[in-house]
């Protein structure tokens, strides 16, 4: 399985306890004077590798902004965010770009696919941002599509293809590069429960399998069961933070054995 | 980066047709506007202009234009055959003068008298007739679509009558000349002739026309004229232009145009920069979306320009193609406009137009790309 295997087969067993995301005193102001309005009110949270982390809490809660700035979309007002060791604030510009090519695959609630392209080249495309080849790309993006069951649609284009396929496309997209974090906005908002289990079940699989770092904003409680740890937010902050009954080994494990 | 910005341009054939069509009205739009304008006030020599083979040319000092002429004496070709330096001078007289049907139908038409002897000043493209029959007596070509306005939807043929000062004309050729000023049919004669057809004038002789000899150029031939004779003498491109800039500056000629190009361009300015920029725009969530997933500014801007160029170019090829397919398709059906082309000056300006037009729209839509915030992406 190519998920599985993209980074070191050796790393696999045990999850070592290294930091992926660590935030710390995450303070963001938008507007200024009068209008100003204070997002995320010291937000402190560490997340570790190969953890399913959701964030979830009611609409303007925050949750978008912080994950912004944690994928370095976003300059907090205050505070640090540091990403496998590399402090953000060390990269300026094109090297936060270039780390953000590197590392970082995002899913949107919106999957902001390119209607001109087919699936198979949407995916591509993180590939080509670091530097690969088109020929060579386009062979990977076809693995990964393989991966999350869409080896029949390689050259659809978006548009003729479901919600659910459509996002299934965004999660290759998103790994297809081999990031250590992957954000996720929403990812399941706009699908039926039966899509959103579906692309769950699959960022779940990559978080564990592969050792990323993955961060999930929803509201949906359907997808709840899915995280390892939830981290619940409320005006600006954490408010609560727990981890769920179900190791994630485990359940990796049940899932593998079910299918 | 570059085959994805190729894509998404090409990919979404409405947004990619309407920019590209955009392009190409803007560059119709000047162009045939331009090119109208040209081809309009460059006939003001018209059909005068057709007599090549005269490298000077030799009219009273106080000339302004080709179309109000004071008659010289008719000795005045002696006096400049006199001149050293001149190789051959000979009259040619321009006038107006009424064509009358037999049925009494008339017009007025521009008269053109060319020498007896040499026939200087003949028409080049001769459809039906034979040049060496002009010097029979009463003997006239007419132009194509003159003779077409005199007689329209009958097929040309030679031996037709018209009467001009009371006195018999027989078309015995159909010739085509650079379509004049106004639009009138055009009639050529032997000199002789020709100043029969008109009422009888103390002088008669418009132009002296000629060529110096080999060694002598034009420019001093016509100082040495001046000096000698006191008669204004200049160049054919002088002559041309003397006229051309005479319509400029005395009639409402270039501002009724300045005007219509000035729109022109300005309505091709907003069609081609509006369609871009709205692309642009369009495209807008998908560029923020590159710039979360780590393509930089440069490559953004790379984008962006490649696809402004693509637009552009064949925009541009478009829109000329347009321009010359009307001039084309318009030969048949509006006389009025034949003989009119479009300079290669022009299809140059135009693409000079184009370029500044989409360099401005596509700093606009980059100036809107690249303060994006790629955090936009993660909102509906
Ligand atoms: N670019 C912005 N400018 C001004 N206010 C913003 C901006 N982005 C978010 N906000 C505000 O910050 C708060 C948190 O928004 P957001 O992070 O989107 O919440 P959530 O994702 O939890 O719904 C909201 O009150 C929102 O209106
Ligand atoms: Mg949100």
């Known amino acids: 399985m190519v998920l599985a295997t993209v980074s070191e087969p050796s790393a696999k067993e045990e999850v070592p306890a290294v930091a992926g995301v660590a935030c710390h005193g995450l303070v963001k102001d938008f507007g200024s004077g009068e209008n100003r309005l204070r997002a995320l009110h010291g937000i402190d949270i560490d997340v570790r590798c190969g953890e399913m982390t959701l964030l979830v809490g009611p609409s303007g809660c925050g949750k978008t902004t912080l994950i912004s700035i944690i994928a370095g979309l976003l300059t907090p007002t205050a505070g640090s965010v540091t990403l496998f060791g590399t402090p953000q604030s060390a990269l300026r510009g094109d090297r936060l770009v270039d780390f953000r090519a590197q590392n970082v695959g995002f899913v949107f609630q919106q999957y902001n696919l390119l209607p001109s392209l087919s699936a198979v080249e949407n995916v591509s495309i993180p590939l080509l941002v670091v530097g690969w080849r088109r020929p060579a790309a386009l062979q990977r993006a076809a693995a990964v599509l393989r991966e999350v069951g869409l080896g029949e649609r390689l050259h659809s284009s978006p548009t003729k293809l479901s919600g659910g396929q459509q996002q299934r496309v965004a999660i290759a997209r998103a790994l297809v590069h081999e990031p250590r974090l992957l954000v996720c906005d929403e990812p399941t908002a706009a699908l039926d429960a039966q899509s959103g289990q579906t692309v769950m079940g699959l960022l779940k699989q990559v978080a564990v399998k592969s050792d990323r770092t993955v961060i999930v904003v929803t509201h949906d409680s359907r997808v709840f069961q899915f995280g390892d740890r939830v981290l619940e937010m409320a005006d600006g902050r954490i408010v609560q933070d727990s981890v769920t009954p179900r190791g994630s080994q485990e359940l990796v494990r049940s899932e593998n054995s079910a299918s | 980066m570059i085959w994805v910005a190729w894509r998404m341009l090409t990919g ?36 005068l202009s057709d007599v090549r083979e005269a490298s000077i040319w030799v009219c009273d000092e106080y000339l302004q234009n080709a179309d109000e002429i004071e008659p010289m004496s008719d000795n005045a070709v002696y006096r400049v055959r006199g001149v050293e330096g001149i190789e051959w001078a000979v009259r040619l007289y321009k006038g107006m003068a009424r064509a009358r049907k037999p049925n009494g139908l008339f017009r007025q038409v521009i008269l053109l008298g060319i020498d007896d002897q040499s026939l200087v000043g003949a028409p ?179 984008m962006v320009l490649l696809q402004s160029l693509v637009i552009g170019l064949i925009g541009y090829s478009l829109g000329i193609g347009m321009a010359v397919a009307f001039f084309e398709g318009t030969k048949q059906s509006l006389p009025q406009l034949r003989g009119i082309n479009i300079p290669w000056q022009i299809a140059v300006g135009s693409g000079l137009v184009m370029i500044v037009i989409m360099s401005l729209t596509s700093l606009l839509s980059l100036r809107k790309v690249l303060t994006l915030e790629p955090a936009v992406v993660f909102r509906g």
């Open chain 2, 12 to 47: 979404d054939t409405a947004k990619y047709l309407g920019a590209v069509f955009g392009v190409a009205f803007g560059v119709l739009l000047i162009t045939q506007q331009a090119s109208v304008f040209v081809g309009i006030i460059s006939r003001t020599a018209n059909p």
């Open chain 2, 124 to 302: 080049r493209k001769i459809l039906m007739g034979d040049l060496a029959s002009l010097r029979r007596p009463s003997a006239v070509f007419i132009d194509k679509s003159g003779y077409e306005s005199l007689w329209p939807g009958e097929p040309l043929t030679i031996g037709r009558e018209i009467e001009m000062n009371d006195r018999r004309a027989v078309i015995v050729g159909i010739c085509e000349t650079s379509a004049p000023f106004q639009s009138f049919p055009v009639i050529i004669a032997c000199y002789s002739q020709a100043t029969g057809f008109v009422a009888r004038e103390r002088n008669q002789l418009s132009f002296v026309v000629g060529a110096p000899v080999p060694g002598v150029s034009p420019a001093e031939a016509c100082r040495r004229i001046t000096a000698q004779t006191g008669l204004m003498a200049m160049t054919y491109r002088e002559f041309v232009w003397l006229t051309i800039k005479y319509y400029m500056e005395n009639t409402g000629i270039p501002v009724n145009f300045g005007i219509t190009i000035v729109l022109g361009f300005v309505v091709g300015t907003a069609i081609a920069g509006q369609t871009f920029y709205l692309f642009t725009l369009e495209n807008l969530r998908h560029f923020g979306a590159l710039k979360a997933m780590g393509v930089n500014n440069r490559r953004i801007t790379g």
